[in-house]
């Protein structure tokens, strides 16, 4: 134990300015969409039965917002493997005691400490618009911040396993570029793939996903995409592991 | 903990690059000893370190490090070995009292009293962040890390490089200290042959990709000589005793493998002992028939 958190620690010394202000910024967009809901509390509740329906629809659409955010914030790229190659820590961690899987396990160790930060920061939002005005939104927060931090969770493995093959400060502009273009390939096939829905109209997953977002609050999906980001979890400890693995040639 | 008489076993390794060959190295460095591996720039020094480190896959041979197999049983022997480069690896950002943090968990039997000692010792600031630390204040700090967690085998590749005489002398006391108990060892690969000539037990000298001497440093001192000579004299000494030869516009120098032999052979020539600077710079040359 003493070993990953020294491990933890040393990610978190380096990524802390990052993710402090992430945080800030995350804390600076919830308060702005909480604050009309704390001001207007009395009034929202005096509306008619089906204004609160529209606004209970537009405070979930803001959950859902700030979830993937939040995932967004947590899964992301926190910049320590850069630092470390073009440091020389990279190098210099064979030659200490920590083996690949404990290197990969601690990695994941800070990634999940992030998601579960962010996720409650995300879930007080839910929680406190739930108590104010009710409804079901609780679910389809978590299912959006699980599906979110799992996507940026994928972008990150893919950045992280080209740049890590970099050994030094010199390769790593070259690696930087490829892992970058990975990434930005990723998203254009994301946002951009079309598919052959019904009556054969064309839509773009990132439509999909918005219709998808409806079942959201149900138990399945939230078991499913919870299932999604322990295998999205899996694959950023197996890629990290083979990528600590793997020696210079 | 398992018993062992050589710290390092190299045995044939070769590792091949595209345009240089590590090419069938072997050498020991026994228990208590302190190794200078001495070759110029591009001889190999490096390969051979990052080889025994397992940064890089060997093409073939076998390395041993504390009596044991450096891939086989790499996560045991990296907690009883310390490594030292050329330039410091740790983040800019951090200070002295991070890094005491963070190899804390790192090495179970780390030291924040023999490390916090060496800190004091060396006069080196715990707050100040060590990316506005100078080369020699980097040195000292990666040395106090190597050392505080009782490591039985030091390995350094060119560590004292690019530091002033005070702190390089500094830094070899130290050292010293470390070998006294006679069970830790230390590598340390370095151009610099003025510093392994006070305080290496033995040497070895690699260069392009092979090794051309190894051995305790007194006998390979006491062993060779430089034969000075006119040009013309060169004839008459054996090609089987010459290392390689110099010359200049006064006459001839050769290096002889034997000193005391060539003492015998050649009465009417002077020989002088030979330094490991020279020792490396005439067999560097061992292929020219004359270098000048």
Same mark, same amino acid.
């Given at each position: 134990?003493?070993?990953?958190?020294?491990?933890?620690y040393?990610e978190?010394?380096?990524?802390?300015?990052?993710?402090?202000?992430?945080?800030?910024?995350?804390?600076?967009?919830e308060t702005?969409?909480?604050? @009309?809901?704390?001001?207007?509390?009395?009034s929202?509740?005096?509306?008619?039965?089906e204004?609160?329906?529209?606004?209970?629809?537009s405070?979930a659409?803001?959950?859902?917002?700030?979830?993937a955010?939040?995932?967004?914030?947590?899964?992301?790229?926190?910049?320590?493997?850069?630092?470390?190659?073009?440091s020389g820590?990279?190098?210099?961690?064979y030659?200490?005691?920590?083996t690949a899987?404990?290197?990969?396990?601690?990695?994941?160790?800070?990634?999940?400490l992030?998601?579960a930060?962010f996720?409650a920061?995300?879930?007080?939002?839910?929680?406190?618009?739930?108590?104010?005005?009710g409804?079901?939104i609780?679910?389809?927060?978590?299912?959006?911040?699980?599906?979110?931090?799992?996507i940026?969770?994928?972008?990150?493995?893919?950045?992280?396993?080209?740049?890590?093959?970099?050994?030094?400060?010199?390769?790593?502009?070259?690696?930087?570029?490829?892992?970058?273009?990975?990434?930005v390939?990723?998203?254009?096939i994301l946002?951009?793939? @079309?598919?052959?829905i019904?009556?054969?109209k064309?839509?773009?997953?990132?439509?999909?996903?918005?219709?998808?977002?409806?079942?959201m609050n149900?138990?399945y999906?939230?078991?499913?995409?919870s299932?999604?980001f322990v295998?999205?979890?899996?694959l950023?400890?197996?890629?990290?592991?083979r990528?600590?693995e793997?020696?210079?040639? | 903990?398992n018993?062992?008489?050589?710290?390092?076993?190299?045995?044939?390794v070769?590792?091949?690059?595209?345009?240089?060959t590590?090419?069938?190295?072997?050498?020991?460095?026994?228990?208590?000893?302190?190794?200078?591996?001495?070759?110029?720039?591009?001889?190999g020094?490096?390969?051979?370190?990052?080889?025994?480190?397992h940064?890089?896959?060997?093409?073939?041979?076998?390395?041993?490090l504390?009596?044991?197999?450096?891939?086989k049983?790499e996560?045991?022997?990296?907690?009883?070995?310390a490594v030292?480069?050329?330039?410091?690896?740790?983040?800019?950002?951090f200070?002295?009292?991070?890094?005491a943090?963070?190899?804390?968990?790192l090495?179970?039997?780390?030291?924040?009293?023999?490390?916090?000692?060496?800190?004091?010792?060396?006069q080196?600031?715990?707050?100040?962040k060590?990316?506005?630390?100078s080369?020699?204040?980097?040195?000292k700090?990666?040395?106090?890390?190597a050392l505080?967690h009782?490591?039985?085998l030091?390995?350094?590749?060119?560590?004292?490089?690019g530091?002033?005489?005070?702190v390089?002398?500094e830094?070899?006391?130290?050292?010293?200290?470390?070998?006294?108990?006679?069970?830790?060892?230390?590598?340390?690969?370095s151009?610099?042959?003025?510093?392994l000539?006070?305080?290496a *037990?033995?040497v070895t000298?690699i *260069?392009?990709?092979?090794?051309?001497?190894?051995?305790y440093?007194?006998?390979?001192?006491e062993s060779?000589g430089?034969?000075?000579?006119?040009k013309d004299?060169?004839?008459?000494?054996?090609?089987?005793?010459?290392?390689?030869?110099?010359t200049?516009?006064?006459?001839?120098?050769?290096m002889?493998?034997?000193?005391?032999?060539a003492?015998?052979?050649y009465?009417?020539?002077v020989?002088?002992?030979?330094?490991? *600077?020279?020792?490396m710079?005439y067999y560097?040359?061992?292929?020219a028939?004359?270098w000048?």
């Amino acid at each position: 134990m003493k070993l990953y958190r020294s491990l933890v620690y040393r990610e978190w010394r380096l990524s802390r300015g990052h993710y402090i202000l992430m945080t800030i910024l995350f804390l600076l967009t919830e308060t702005v969409f909480i604050l @009309p809901v704390l001001v207007e509390k009395q009034s929202i509740l005096d509306e008619p039965s089906e204004d609160i329906k529209t606004i209970k629809l537009s405070i979930a659409v803001i959950a859902l917002f700030l979830a993937a955010i939040g995932g967004f914030i947590a899964g992301m790229n926190n910049r320590v493997h850069k630092a470390d190659i073009a440091s020389g820590w990279k190098r210099y961690s064979y030659a200490l005691p920590p083996t690949a899987k404990q290197r990969a396990a601690s990695d994941l160790m800070m990634k999940l400490l992030m998601m579960a930060f962010f996720a409650a920061l995300v879930l007080i939002y839910a929680a406190a618009s739930k108590a104010i005005i009710g409804g079901k939104i609780i679910g389809s927060t978590i299912s959006a911040y699980l599906i979110i931090s799992s996507i940026a969770l994928v972008f990150d493995t893919i950045y992280c396993g080209i740049l890590l093959m970099a050994n030094s400060k010199n390769e790593l502009k070259k690696y930087g570029i490829i892992a970058s273009a990975a990434g930005v390939a990723l998203f254009f096939i994301l946002t951009h793939f @079309p598919i052959k829905i019904g009556s054969g109209k064309k839509i773009s997953i990132a439509d999909r996903l918005f219709n998808i977002i409806d079942t959201m609050n149900k138990g399945y999906f939230i078991m499913i995409t919870s299932a999604v980001f322990v295998l999205v979890c899996a694959l950023y400890y197996i890629v990290m592991w083979r990528s600590y693995e793997r020696r210079e040639a | 903990m398992n018993e062992y008489e050589n710290a390092i076993g190299i045995k044939g390794v070769t590792k091949r690059y595209d345009g240089f060959t590590l090419d069938n190295i072997s050498f020991d460095v026994p228990k208590g000893c302190i190794m200078g591996f001495i070759g110029q720039n591009g001889a190999g020094k490096t390969t051979t370190i990052r080889s025994l480190l397992h940064i890089t896959n060997i093409n073939s041979g076998e390395i041993s490090l504390l009596g044991m197999d450096h891939v086989k049983d790499e996560a045991e022997l990296k907690k009883r070995i310390a490594v030292v480069f050329d330039e410091l690896p740790f983040h800019d950002m951090f200070n002295v009292k991070d890094m005491a943090k963070i190899f804390r968990g790192l090495y179970p039997d780390w030291n924040d009293e023999t490390y916090m000692k060496y800190i004091d010792r060396f006069q080196l600031p715990k707050k100040k962040k060590i990316g506005q630390f100078s080369k020699g204040m980097k040195m000292k700090l990666q040395i106090a890390c190597a050392l505080s967690h009782n490591a039985e085998l030091l390995v350094m590749d060119e560590a004292t490089t690019g530091l002033d005489p005070v702190v390089r002398d500094e830094i070899l006391h130290i050292f010293m200290e470390y070998l006294s108990d006679g069970e830790h060892s230390i590598l340390m690969s370095s151009h610099i042959t003025s510093d392994l000539e006070k305080i290496a *037990d033995m040497v070895t000298f690699i *260069d392009k990709g092979r090794i051309l001497l190894t051995g305790y440093k007194d006998e390979i001192l006491e062993s060779h000589g430089i034969l000075r000579c006119a040009k013309d004299y060169i004839q008459n000494v054996d090609p089987e005793d010459i290392v390689s030869v110099r010359t200049n516009n006064f006459g001839a120098e050769i290096m002889v493998n034997d000193r005391e032999s060539a003492k015998m052979k050649y009465r009417d020539t002077v020989i002088d002992p030979a330094s490991l *600077d020279d020792i490396m710079l005439y067999y560097v040359h061992r292929d020219a028939k004359e270098w000048s």
